[in-house]
């Protein structure tokens, strides 16, 4: 049974950057594909980036594209997500996910694995 944990969220200031990390056990990861969603206040949890399982394939939600950078290392069984000029509606509670796959969709009811979330919150 794969197990993810996230950590690195905390509180920071608009503008700023911060970067998150999935760290998975119980098994390897190397052929998943991975994904990172948030769940802001009072909204669904939605798609944030997705990476395949050789890392070649990455793509990320409109909100995020060319400020966020999703990276994984299948040796280390770890998911970064890379977070920079971060903006107070990047406010949520951010999950890593993994798919059997390989390949990663935008919807969240196609991942077997879910992490239990860490916080960031963006004060202007």
């Known amino acids: 049974q794969v197990q993810l944990v996230e950590s690195g969220g905390g509180l920071v200031r608009d503008g700023d950057s911060m970067r998150l990390t999935c760290v998975a056990s119980g098994g390897s990861i190397s052929s998943f594909g991975m994904a990172w969603f948030r769940q802001r206040p009072g909204r669904d949890r939605e798609f944030v980036a997705g990476?395949?399982?050789?890392?070649?394939?990455?793509f990320y939600a409109e909100s995020v594209e060319g400020r966020f950078t999703i990276v994984r290392d299948n040796s280390k069984s770890t998911l970064d997500l890379h977070m920079t000029m971060l903006k107070s509606d990047d406010t949520a509670n951010y999950y890593c996910?993994?798919?059997?796959?390989?390949?990663?969709?935008?919807?969240?009811?196609?991942?077997?694995?879910w992490g239990q979330g860490t916080q960031v919150t963006v004060s202007t």
């Open positions: 996910a993994a798919e059997r796959t390989g390949w990663p969709t935008r919807r969240r009811d196609e991942y077997d694995w």
């Open positions: 990476l395949s399982s050789s890392g070649k394939s990455e």
